[in-house]
């Protein structure tokens, strides 16, 4: 289980699909969100949290004021877990829970755009696919200004930020690095 840290919904357990999934570790979670508040009101903001595993990321942000959260994964147990998740605590109203792979959603008219995106792919995700992804999302799903925050191995080599992107941040916590990028427009 995995717990969310701070805001509306601080403390509360959050289910974690059985297998398939790396969950983002509370600590690392908590050094993301530590930097987006400094930088970032995530009061009223709309979310989407691609490969969302658990859901943690985007319950995260509607814990501490976002007004809610897409959530895409293409594991159906992952997806269900998300549905638990948002149900047990209070804002299934607010989120849409999608199965889908997250290049079929990105290339799929857009319903919304985002002010903050969360993409935790499994490491086996090459930078250029991640890339890809990245320019399929800024070409139909940001609002200028968006803020895009990406995990994936430390280990992981080539640049992923298509034109549009400003890098504000790249650190590395153990195993794991955090890309965090604004998009300034294309």
């Known amino acids: ?52 595993g658990s859901g943690a990321l985007g ?38 829970v999608l199965t889908r792979p997250v290049s079929a959603y990105l290339s799929s008219p857009p319903e919304k755009t985002y002010d903050l995106v969360f993409s935790d792919p499994p490491y086996a995700v090459d930078a250029a696919a991640l890339s890809d992804d990245l320019a399929k999302l800024a070409a139909t799903r940001l609002a200028v200004d968006a803020l895009v925050v990406v995990e ?4 992981s080599s080539g640049g992923i930020w298509p034109d549009g992107f400003e890098v504000i941040t790249d650190k590395n916590y153990g195993d794991t690095r955090v890309e965090v990028a604004e998009f300034i427009g294309s």
Do not use: Q
Not at 12 to 30: F, K, Y
Not at 80 to 90: E, F, L, Q, R, Y
Not at 152 to 155: G, I, L, P
């Open 1 to 52: 289980m995995t717990r969310i840290i701070a805001g509306e919904l601080r403390g509360r357990r959050l289910r974690v699909p059985d297998e398939g999934t790396r969950p983002t570790s509370d600590r690392v979670r908590e050094s993301v969100f530590n930097m987006l508040d400094a930088r970032f009101d995530l009061h009223g903001l709309w979310v989407l949290d691609l490969y969302a």
């Open 59 to 96: 319950i995260e942000a509607v814990s501490r004021g976002a007004a809610g959260a897409t959530f895409v994964d293409s594991a159906r147990k992952a997806a269900t877990v998300i549905g638990a998740n948002v149900k047990a605590c209070g804002i299934a109203a607010s989120t849409t």
């Open 152 to 155: 994936r191995s430390a280990r």
